[in-house]
């Protein structure tokens, strides 16, 4: 039995999500900028009335800024009760990964802190970092989302609406 990915890229790397954590891919609206948010945070967007936070996956993982913003879109994902973007560099396809190509990652590859990566996955002559977004937050970090978003809720009244891909 295979799992199935949202495949998508950031630099020349790939990365791939469990689909079901997928709501929708969007491309990339007029973002609202919070002050105070933590340095990954883009702000937040108006969703269908609802306000959503998004993040910058390359500041969140340390990467330098994207050469070309123009494939760039936003992943709408659902971790637990909360809805959050994560900025991506492009999409490329939905997967099914046999689970005998996924592999652990090594404690010799990266430190225990890299928690966000559950297994690496060679497909063909690529190989697929596979994240747990619900990992790559902190509970803290996660809590400040939802306070965030709720805040900028209270004030936000534009009626912009995000156009899908």
Not at 85 to 93: C, K, L, Q
Not at 101 to 111: D, K, N, Q, R, T
Not at 156 to 162: C, F, T
């Amino acid at each position: 039995m295979g799992k199935q990915c949202v495949v998508f890229s950031l630099g020349e790397e790939y990365y791939g999500i469990d689909i079901f954590q997928v709501r929708e891919i969007i491309r990339i609206p007029t973002i609202v900028k919070l002050p105070q948010a933590p340095e990954f945070v883009e702000g937040v967007i108006n969703l269908r009335g609802g306000v959503i936070p998004v993040l910058d996956l390359r500041r969140r993982f340390g990467m330098g800024k994207a050469e070309d913003e123009a494939g760039r879109c936003i992943v709408v994902v659902e971790l637990g009760e909360q809805t959050l973007g994560v900025i991506v560099d492009g999409v490329s396809e939905v997967l099914e990964i046999d689970e005998a190509s996924i592999e652990p990652l090594s404690p010799y590859v990266a430190p225990a802190e890299a928690r966000s990566v559950s297994g690496i996955a060679k497909v063909g002559e690529r190989l697929i970092i596979l994240l747990d977004l619900e990992q790559a937050l902190s509970w803290k970090e996660r809590e400040r989302l939802k306070a965030l978003a709720q805040a900028e809720g209270l004030v936000a009244s534009n009626g912009d609406r995000p156009e899908a891909l």
